[in-house]
């Protein structure tokens, strides 16, 4: 079975402070993504990583950066905490391509981490 | 760009009635479509997924997902409805011809079944 871990299923933070949030998978996938999610929006993706090294921006980047140096683990990092991204984040992982497989193009969730910022 | 609607912010069901949780698309090229579901305090357990072939897609605890290309549809299906579905379920799209690789997700459908 495909897991992906997060660091932190809670946290507080305070406005300002710099704030780390981990993911790892263990499949050897190419694929990484950090998504936040919050009541009546859904799921929007923050960043993804296609590679080592490898970033793009998602569709709400604003106050966000992500490293990849190991291929198993994606890391959010939010510059300056604010009150405005106390929401739920979710890390998921995916295979780029594999023709004929089950495992083409689905993602896999972490358990997701709840962030507080007061 | 791709985009999903869930029209539904809730849908209530009494146990063993049949379910249908709607999810309607929008797309330039080819859709790869999903379900996911989330229940409390949990990450997202994927469901079941259309990328070609079949239009009526099986996936797991019971749930089916037919696929409408005239009606840029994925509506989620079950025909009997237990108490642990409950749960918030979320469609996704992504775009075959764009490259994304990223998926589109709706806002989520609340299911409450009630026993």
């Known amino acids: 079975d495909v897991k992906v871990t997060q660091s932190s299923r809670y946290l507080v933070k305070r406005t300002g402070e710099k704030v780390f949030l981990e993911c790892v998978q263990d499949m050897d996938h190419e694929n990484m993504f950090w998504y936040r999610q919050d009541p009546g929006l859904g799921l929007r993706l923050i960043y993804f990583?296609?590679?080592?090294?490898?970033?793009e921006k998602g569709d709400i980047p604003e106050g966000y950066s992500v490293s990849r140096e190991k291929k198993e683990r994606f890391s959010l990092i939010l510059e300056s905490a604010s009150t405005n991204q106390t929401s739920m984040y979710l890390c998921?992982?995916?295979?780029?391509?594999?023709?004929?497989?089950?495992?083409?193009?689905?993602?896999?969730f972490g358990p997701g981490t709840r962030l507080t910022v007061l | 760009a791709q985009s999903v609607a869930q029209p539904e912010d809730q849908v209530n069901v009494a146990e063993g009635n049949p379910l249908t949780v709607k999810c309607t698309y929008s797309?330039?090229?080819?859709?790869?479509l999903f379900w996911y579901v989330q229940y409390p305090n949990r990450g997202l357990q994927f469901l079941l997924k259309?990328?070609?072939?079949?239009?009526l897609v099986k996936g797991s605890y019971g749930f089916e997902a037919e696929f409408n290309k005239s009606q840029t549809s994925f509506h989620l299906k079950k025909p009997s409805a237990l108490v642990s579905d409950s749960a918030l379920y979320f469609c996704?799209?992504?775009?075959?011809?764009?490259?994304?690789?990223?998926?589109?997700f709706g806002s989520g459908t609340r299911l409450q079944v009630q026993p």
């Open positions: 996704a799209v992504r775009d075959e011809d764009t490259g994304r690789r990223a998926l589109t």
């Open positions: 259309y990328i070609t072939g079949d239009n």
């Open positions: 990583s296609y590679d080592v090294k490898m970033k």
């Open positions: 797309v330039s090229g080819n859709p790869y």
């Open positions: 998921a992982s995916s295979f780029y391509r594999l023709w004929g497989a089950q495992g083409t193009d689905t993602q896999y």
